[in-house]
């Protein structure tokens, strides 16, 4: 496991404004051919998780703060406000989302 700021201090800054951790971890499997190696990934609220390859929603989603639970390196979290007042007041999610974008999987 190696642990970093992911594209140093602003990157960090911007994720943690999108409710994620200012550190990202790399899991990597450095043991012999033959044998899968498993990382067990959760969450702290009861929920589905749910594999979403972002090439098959044109490149990007947006969902509320705090959504991704993991994602492959090609994928950047972007700052994204929502477009009514109303519905950053009463939707629930408040007024700062996440942007994915890029070429690979989310959790």
């Given at each position: 496991?190696?642990?970093?700021?992911?594209?140093?201090?602003?990157?960090?800054?911007?994720?943690?404004?999108?409710?994620?951790?200012?550190?990202?971890?790399?899991?990597?499997?450095?043991?012999?051919?033959?044998?899968?190696?498993y990382v067990a990934l959760g969450t702290d609220f009861p929920s589905k998780i749910v594999r979403i390859p972002l090439q098959?929603?044109?490149?990007?989603?947006?969902?509320?703060?705090?959504?991704?639970?993991?994602?492959?390196?090609?994928?950047?979290?972007?700052?994204?406000?929502?477009?009514?007042?109303?519905?950053?007041?009463?939707?629930?999610?408040?007024?700062?989302?996440?942007?994915?974008?890029?070429?690979?999987?989310a959790l």
């Amino acid at each position: 496991m190696n642990t970093t700021t992911g594209g140093g201090l602003s990157a960090g800054f911007k994720r943690m404004l999108t409710g994620q951790s200012v550190f990202i971890s790399d899991y990597t499997y450095d043991g012999s051919a033959g044998p899968c190696g498993y990382v067990a990934l959760g969450t702290d609220f009861p929920s589905k998780i749910v594999r979403i390859p972002l090439q098959e929603y044109g490149g990007k989603i947006i969902c509320q703060q705090g959504a991704l639970l993991c994602a492959s390196h090609t994928v950047d979290i972007n700052i994204e406000f929502t477009k009514k007042f109303s519905a950053g007041f009463f939707g629930g999610e408040g007024f700062v989302l996440q942007g994915l974008s890029g070429t690979g999987d989310a959790l």
